[in-house]
Antibody, heavy 122, light 111 residues
Framework: QVQLVQSGAEVQKPGASVKVSCKAS????????LHWIRQAPGQGLEWMAY????????GYAQKFQGRVTLTRDTSISTAYMELSRLTSDDTAVYYC???????????????WGQGTLLTVSS | QSALTQPPSASGSPGQSVTISCTGT?????????VSWYQQRPGKAPKLMIY???KRPSGVPDRFSGSKSGNTASLTVSGLQADDEADYYC???????????FGTGTKVTVL
């Protein structure tokens, strides 16, 4: 079965950076896009960015342009989301999610990781 | 890009139906048939309930249905059960620049 397993909770100081990982299994890693979606405490879902693990191509929400970097390592079926210049507003649960792209990209998020809580505090 | 607009709350008694609206613009909901709905229980990751406006993934009960008219999509839950109590979010593809937008979320309470 499809599984997305994310790295553990993080506590970072304002101004620092964080890198969250998402290890995929149960499907062909390069056959689906991986998206990152976050949820601040008590708030709604916010789409951040996606990566095409096949080509390495990425797309970012304008709000996060220049501050989020997505990468992947196809040899270990793992995607990474790095967020820099952290502020307290970045405190949230960060989810990686899968958009199936075989035969065409589905434009929905069928599988989700368990979430990674990032706390930004001095 | 602004979030799609959903009512903050909706409720119904067991066995009744509840409908949640999701209002966007012609650049997202109205422009594409790529509206999806997610159920989120407290402390859990969201779960896909409806995709492509009306389709249900395998395993989702047929009590859940979706529709769209113009810039507004809707999720209807029929035959409400206690297990349906959760937050529900809509999402829409919004083109190659904006990519995706989510709704503000609706808390469904089963009375």
């Amino acid at each position: 079965q499809v599984q997305l397993v994310q790295s553990g909770a993080e506590v970072q100081k304002p101004g620092a950076s964080v890198k969250v990982s998402c290890k995929a299994s149960g499907y062909t890693f390069t056959g689906s896009f991986l998206h990152w979606i976050r949820q601040a405490p008590g708030q709604g879902l916010e789409w951040m960015a996606y990566i095409d693990p096949n080509s390495g191509g990425t797309g970012y929400a304008q709000k996060f342009q220049g501050r989020v970097t997505l990468t992947r390592d196809t040899s270990i079926s793992t995607a990474y989301m790095e967020l820099s210049r952290l502020t307290s507003d970045d405190t949230a649960v960060y989810y990686c999610t899968r958009e199936e792209c075989t035969p065409r990209c589905s434009k929905n998020f069928g599988n989700w990781g368990q979430g990674t809580l990032l706390t930004v505090s001095s | 890009q602004s979030a799609l607009t959903q009512p903050p709350s909706a409720s119904g008694s067991p066995g009744q139906s509840v409908t949640i609206s999701c209002t966007g613009t012609s650049s997202d909901v109205g422009g594409y048939n790529y509206v999806s709905w997610y159920q989120q229980r407290p402390g859990k990751a969201p779960k896909l309930m409806i995709y492509d406006v009306t389709k249900r993934p395998s395993g989702v009960p047929d009590r859940f249905s979706g529709s769209k008219s113009g810039n507004t999509a809707s999720l209807t839950v029929s035959g409400l059960q206690a297990d349906d109590e959760a937050d529900y979010y809509c999402s829409s593809y919004a083109g190659s620049n904006t990519h995706y937008v989510f709704g503000t979320g609706t808390k469904v309470t089963v009375l």
